[in-house]
């Protein structure tokens, strides 16, 4: 069974360019979650998907950071313009339901310079 | 609000030592707890899970009893290994719109020396 996927591994940009994040889920999963995890931290809870809706997106920064899951299926997170501050590994993870073990995908470690 | 404290790390231990991680909770409801092992260069990935009260959660030689009366869920092992050696994440799912931010401690490091 394919795990989650995520795209890209890795990134690097300048501040106030856009950048884009690709989650694949695992087959199945209704839940999807979208984490930003900084260096020696957990990681904290940015966006949770049902299915297609966004369910959980309080932590979200609204004017920068946008999220979709079109079809329930794969999601993008985005972010535009991207400060110094959002450099960090965001992670893509998916369960069964929001009350399942979660599984994680390997994450993109963003830079930006 | 949800939220757990995980104990500050690193924790380093010789082979064959007994290892605790403490980890305590604070919750609306009644939550599901979980401890998730992140193995250098891999990402994180479920070690165990306690879903009611009293309930006790065991993997790879690891145990977390879920006590309800001390709001905690302690991770042990008996006698560790070289492999072991990874940071742990205690984690608090409540389930629904109350999932809040800090449901993930912070992450212990631990080290195991042959």
């Known amino acids: 069974e394919a795990g989650v996927v995520q795209s890209p591994r890795y990134k690097i940009i300048e501040k106030k360019q856009p950048v884009a994040f690709w989650c694949n889920p695992i087959s199945g999963h209704n839940t999807l979650y979208w984490y930003r995890q900084n260096l020696g931290q957990g990681p904290e809870l940015l966006i949770r998907?049902?299915?297609?809706?966004?369910?959980?997106d309080s932590q979200l920064p609204k004017d920068r950071f946008s999220a979709e899951r079109l079809k329930g299926v794969d999601s993008t997170l985005k972010i535009q313009p991207a400060e110094l501050g959002d450099s960090a590994v965001y992670l893509c993870?998916?369960?069964?339901?929001?009350?399942?073990?979660?599984?994680f995908g390997p994450g993109t470690r963003l830079t930006v310079t | 609000g949800n939220s757990v404290t995980q104990m500050e790390g690193p924790v380093t231990l010789s082979e064959e030592a007994f290892l605790t991680i403490n980890c305590t909770y604070t919750?609306?409801?009644?939550?599901?707890l979980f401890w998730y092992v992140q193995y250098p260069g891999e990402g994180l990935q479920l070690l165990l899970k306690a879903t009611k009260a009293d309930d006790k959660g065991s993997n790879k030689g690891f145990e977390a009893t879920y006590r309800k009366e001390t709001t905690s869920f302690h991770l042990e092992k008996g006698s560790v290994q070289v492999s072991d050696s990874a940071v742990y994440f205690c984690?608090?799912?409540?389930?629904?719109?109350?999932?809040?931010?800090?449901?993930f401690g912070q992450g212990t490091i631990l080290t195991v020396h042959p």
């Open positions: 984690h608090l799912n409540a389930g629904g719109t109350s999932y809040g931010k800090l449901t």
């Open positions: 993870a998916s369960s069964l339901s929001s009350l399942d073990e979660q599984y």
């Open positions: 998907y049902e299915n297609e809706e966004a369910v959980d």
């Open positions: 919750a609306t409801g009644y939550p599901s």
